[in-house]
């Protein structure tokens, strides 16, 4: 682990598991009130495991308008962002 006090980050290398700890990792992190990003991942792991952690329900709509008013038919990288809007 490394801390960046500067930034308020915290950089976890895991041991790699088939679901990379995600629902562990980000359960820590929301009792804080933090957020968890998956950065080096093989591809499979990033089909199956979010990359961002999930929004809160007002947030989570503000930014599918937002995605929906740049793409409003969902052609631009269709579920890289969250696999929820893989077309």
């Known amino acids: 682990m490394i801390y960046d006090w500067g930034g308020g980050l915290i950089w976890a290398a895991?041991?790699?598991?088939?679901?990379?700890?995600?629902?562990?990792?980000?359960a820590r992190v929301d009792a804080v009130g933090g957020h968890?990003?998956?950065?080096?991942?093989?591809?499979?792991?990033?089909?199956?495991?979010?990359?961002?952690?999930p929004q809160q329900g007002g947030l989570a709509a503000l930014a599918?308008?937002?995605?929906?008013?740049?793409?409003?038919?969902?052609?631009?990288?269709?579920?890289?962002?969250?696999?929820g809007f893989a077309a």
């Not at 895991?14 to 980000?26: F, G, H, N, T």
């Not at 599918?64 to 990288?77: M, T």
């Open 14 to 26: 895991l041991p790699p598991k088939p679901d990379a700890q995600a629902a562990l990792v980000r």
């Open 36 to 53: 968890a990003t998956l950065l080096r991942a093989s591809e499979q792991m990033r089909r199956d495991v979010d990359v961002f952690h």
């Open 64 to 83: 599918e308008r937002v995605r929906h008013s740049f793409d409003p038919k969902g052609i631009l990288n269709r579920g890289r962002m969250m696999r």
